[in-house]
């Protein structure tokens, strides 16, 4: 996803600054992009990974036991523009996500990648 957002203007140089977002997964790495001084490309490491929120975790202990004898699962809060959270990271791909949802029922479940 590209998205061009308008800078404020640089006081010191007196032009104008724009701002390039550029959201990009491939392979376990992050692609960062800029252009300050000609395109830049940054590459960081990142694990294949996932948020999941349950509203009654208790009802699926059996599944998340089973995850966490596959994969790494980690308790965690987090921020969503909804508000905060608690749930669980799963490093894991997107057909494993996919899978959960559908075992799940979706009322009860919400991911975030």
Known sequence: MIRKMPGRPDHLSGRKRWMWIFDSYYKGTVELWGRENGPIKVSLLFPNSFYMHLTDPPAYREMLAALESLYRVE???????????????IFAGRKVAEKIEIQTRLPSFTMWT
């Open 75 to 89: 308790e965690c809060d987090f921020k969503t523009i909804f508000g905060p959270l608690e749930g669980y990271r």
